[in-house]
């Protein structure tokens, strides 16, 4: 894996809006990120290299010359990112403070603002639980952390060049994976914003679900990780070159898709051959998520090896524990199967 003498350089992005299929061939136009000049306009950043995100407002294709936005050091790049944007306007809302908190008066458990503030308080507390502090007021938060047993296990992997994390959610799988370099991809906007701040070494305010509508506030700390590159885009279809990284990782995302066939065919399809991919899923499906014809049978580690087709060799099979704390006295709780399997 780590093992190369010549780094490669990072992978390409792929403009989402204009590639086409011309005969057998795919064709694929390079997305560009641009660093802004301080006096107005922008320029290419360096060429065989990504600049930094943060650095960056607008990356442009080479091929249709589609614009896509930098927001908050996300990369937004799906076919209509004002759309994607429009439709997650909320969560500037959750971040600003008690003034979220008050909006909460007057609502019921269905507003999208309590829906979306609740979803924010389990997945973060799910990935981030260890380093979650209460700031208003006294007593300590018994904040289970969802991912503790996912964690040491990540951390354990031998290091990769580059990796590439498929659903990553709120990115703690991204900044654990041992890599010089990582793509954490996935839709939600907010996820991936919260993600990046804490992966820029920032402390980030979390609203913490106590019981029904109640929250209290805390602050996550930040755990610097530069390496990792967030962007917002569509797994099913990712920007990226097929057979461009060396560990394809995708945890607890199948179930979340509505084709995983698709999404299995993504991750073999990014890794290069020699390359490692790591796919855990606990495959609790969800009609609203995934149609019942579109959910295999049987036991899952044969089906994903069947779906990888051959030339594959299995690295390691595990269960791991997780759970997404509801409130301040429920969790749900999952075991997923994992499997770690080589190309070639
Ligand atoms: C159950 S969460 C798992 C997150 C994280 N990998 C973990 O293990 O905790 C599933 C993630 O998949 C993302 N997702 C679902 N469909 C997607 C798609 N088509 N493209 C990108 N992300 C998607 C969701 O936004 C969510 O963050
Ligand atoms: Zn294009």
Redesign the pocket.
């Known amino acids: 894996m780590s093992s190369r003498a010549e780094p490669r350089p990072p992978p390409l992005l792929i403009c989402p809006r204009c590639r086409r299929l011309e005969g057998d061939a795919l064709q694929l136009a390079t997305v560009v990120l641009e660093v802004p000049f301080t006096t107005g306009g922008s320029q290419p950043g360096p060429p065989g290299g990504w600049p930094a995100l943060p650095e960056c407002e607008t990356a442009s294709c080479d091929g249709c010359s589609a614009v896509y936005p930098v927001v908050d050091g996300v990369l937004v790049l799906v076919p209509a990112p004002a759309g994607l944007l429009r439709g997650d306007g909320l969560s500037h809302f959750v971040t600003v403070g008690p003034a979220a908190l008050a909006l909460l008066h007057g609502s019921t458990d269905s507003d999208p603002l309590v829906r979306h503030l609740e979803w924010r308080s389990i997945?973060g507390q799910?990935?981030w639980g260890d380093r979650v502090q209460l700031i208003d007021g006294e007593g300590t938060l018994d904040a289970p952390f969802?991912?503790e047993a996912?964690v040491p296990w990540l951390r354990s992997l031998p290091l990769a060049e580059h990796t590439v994390?498929?659903?990553?959610?709120?990115g703690?799988?991204a900044v654990e994976l041992p890599a010089h370099e990582v793509v954490a991809?996935?839709?939600?906007f907010d996820?991936l914003r919260m993600a990046r701040s804490l992966s820029a070494g920032e402390a980030v305010r979390l609203a913490v679900r106590q019981h029904g509508r109640h929250y209290r506030w805390a602050t996550v700390a930040g755990r610097a990780a530069p390496h990792v590159r967030w962007i917002c885009?569509?797994?099913?279809d990712p920007p990226l070159v097929p057979e461009s990284f060396d560990r394809v990782v995708?945890?607890?995302?199948l179930?979340?898709?509505?084709d995983p066939s698709v999404?299995v065919s993504v991750i073999q399809r990014l890794c290069a051959p020699g390359g490692e991919v790591i796919v855990?899923s606990p495959f609790a499906w969800q009609s609203h998520?995934t149609p019942d014809d579109e959910r295999p049978e049987g036991d899952p580690v044969a089906w994903l090896l069947a779906c990888f087709g051959e030339g594959w060799t299995v690295l390691e099979t595990r269960e791991i524990p997780?759970w997404l704390p509801r409130d301040g006295r429920s969790s749900l709780t999952y075991r997923?199967f994992v499997l770690r399997a080589r190309k070639g």
Do not use: E, K, M, Q
Request: charged residues 15%; glycine residues 12%; contains cysteine.
């Open positions: 997945w799910a990935h969802g991912f996912f994390d498929l659903g990553c959610g709120f703690r799988a991809l996935d839709l939600a996820a885009a569509d797994i099913l995708s945890l607890n995302t179930d979340s898709v509505s999404a855990g998520l997780w997923s």
